[in-house]
């Protein structure tokens, strides 16, 4: 199939590994010229290499803290009339809502609704004048069914998701789209990571809680990053200009409701 997009130009956020390169990989494979971004200098253009070698798009990096002003502007320079825009950023760390002060709030809702927020208001209406956009923000299956031990996820990426649903009205009639891809349990280092520090937080193996988790999901496996970055992609296409303010849940059917 193909998808409309050779030819366009795409930032994506958070992409040295995970989601993020699960999607600027299948963004590249389609085409797309891409600027990725994540802290990790020495991953990103590894990762960047991968991309090249794999697909022969275009693929410049800009190292940094997506939630600081100056990377944003680094990245909107490398990239000022970007096409399609995917918000990405490393979750809040697990725990206990009455362990969080001020600061572990403010820093989750920075990185998780401001700087997405930012970064939208960068780019739409170049995008409106242009007559085409596509917004992709990774949120978190947590926005769908809340998991008490991600309090601060649940919090500052419940308020992107409200934030966008309104926004994504107005820009729906010049053909541009915003819509947020919601991960389940995906085989990350962050997933790995996150469940193996809460087992041994509570005193579980954390191998055995990773094989109770997987059983748990109806699919009984993880999530391929590759097949997640296939699902952004398609949000991206030239064909779904009509999905609009979605929450697009990826999860092998864990969340139990119809809605």
């Not at 794999?54 to 909107?76: P, S």
């Not at 995917?86 to 990185?111: Q, T």
């Not at 031990?149 to 107005?170: C, D, H, I, Q, Y």
Request: aromatic share 4%; proline share 5%.
């Amino acid at each position: 199939m193909d998808l409309g997009l050779n030819g366009k130009k795409a930032i994506v956020c958070a992409a040295s590994k995970g989601l993020g390169r699960g999607c600027a990989m299948a963004l590249a494979g389609e085409g797309v010229k891409l600027v990725i971004n994540s802290r990790d200098p020495d991953k990103l253009e590894q990762t960047a290499d991968e991309i090249r070698s794999a697909t022969g798009a275009t693929v410049i990096t800009v190292a940094g803290d997506i939630a600081t002003e100056k990377t944003r502007a680094d990245i909107l320079a490398a990239c000022p009339a970007p096409d399609i825009l995917v918000n990405n950023a490393g979750g809040p760390p697990p725990g206990n809502f009455r362990d969080w002060g001020r600061d572990d709030w403010i820093r989750a809702i920075d990185n998780n609704m401001l700087t997405p927020i930012e970064l939208i208001k960068a780019v739409i209406d170049g995008m409106i004048e242009r007559r085409f956009g596509r917004i992709v923000n990774i949120t978190s299956s947590a926005v769908r069914a809340p998991i008490d031990v991600l309090g601060l996820s649940n919090g500052a990426r419940a308020g992107l998701t409200g934030f966008v649903a309104g926004l994504a009205r107005t820009a729906a009639r010049h053909n541009v789209t915003i819509n947020n891809l919601l991960p389940g349990a995906f085989a990350t280092e962050r997933m790995t990571g996150v469940t193996r520090a809460m087992a041994e937080a509570n005193g579980l193996d954390p191998d055995a809680e990773l094989e109770r988790r997987r059983l748990l999901i109806p699919a009984e496996r993880f999530g391929d990053p590759r097949e997640f970055g296939h699902a952004c992609a398609f949000l991206c296409s030239a064909d779904a200009g009509y999905l609009v303010g979605h929450n697009l849940l990826l999860d092998g059917g864990a969340y139990p409701g119809t809605m």
